[in-house]
């Protein structure tokens, strides 16, 4: 192991790993407080057949996209990215975007301890600058937001745009930088879509996971594509 790898792993690595692990598990106990309050203090409690329904229908949708969504995102994220990313949310729709934009802009090789570096602290920003957006945006806009997405007008479509065309930006990025691994699951997603428009995630994201590895092992077996390629 060079010296930069082993500063790496001793000044970062390590130290977020242990403030991961106890901030998530802060978060996991957290999850149980209102429940606890309501049960404790107020006496409710809900039918256990009620509940035991309620979470074999969560089970049964989450069980696959647990395992699948970190293996999935962590290449981007990175592993600092990964603790905060999961522990805010919204790791689709902003913390992948803004990892991947922040290590193209800054030109980080995927991967790498600088990658990893960049990722976290976009990251990091991210969070803080959505925290203050939503903080702005709920005070100033949540009288009105309801009315402007009923009346159907400009802003009302525009809204509905917004997540789209992030994941069309994004997608872009990747699509021109290797066509020909993005080849195979762009027409997964093709056939998926004509299929059903309506299918979960669990159904969507497993197979096309599995299957563009695949592709991607198949191609540079080949020498179709090059290690340096992919990053």
Not at 53 to 71: D, G, L, Q, R, T
Not at 75 to 99: A, D, E, K, Q
Request: charged share 10%; glycine share 10%; hydrophobic share 55%.
């Amino acid at each position: 192991m060079d010296n930069k790898q082993a500063v790496f792993e001793k000044t970062f690595l390590t130290p977020v790993g242990k403030t991961g692990k106890w901030t998530v598990l802060a978060a996991v106990f957290c999850l149980f407080i209102p429940g606890a309050y309501l049960h404790f203090w107020h006496d409710l409690f809900p039918p256990l057949a009620i509940l035991a329904k309620a979470m074999i229908a969560i089970w049964s949708f989450s069980a696959i996209i647990m395992i699948i969504e970190p293996i999935v995102y962590y290449p981007i994220l990175g592993f600092g990215g990964t603790y905060m990313g999961f522990l805010v949310g919204n790791i689709l729709n902003l913390r992948v975007p803004v990892s991947a934009t922040a290590q193209q802009v800054v030109g980080t090789k995927e991967g790498s301890p600088e990658a990893e570096i960049v990722s976290t602290l976009a990251i990091a920003g991210s969070i803080i600058a959505n925290e203050a957006v939503l903080i702005i945006g709920i005070l100033a806009f949540l009288p009105t937001i309801g009315q402007i997405q009923q009346t159907g007008g400009a802003m009302s479509v525009a809204l509905a745009q917004v997540l789209p065309a992030l994941f069309g930006a994004l997608g872009g990025v990747f699509l021109f930088k290797v066509p020909k691994l993005a080849a195979t699951p762009l027409a997964i997603g093709f056939i998926l879509a004509i299929i059903s428009d309506s299918l979960p995630l669990a159904a969507v994201i497993p197979p096309m996971v599995i299957i563009s590895i695949l592709a991607a092992r198949f191609l540079y077996k080949k020498g179709w594509v090059s290690g340096n390629s992919m990053m």
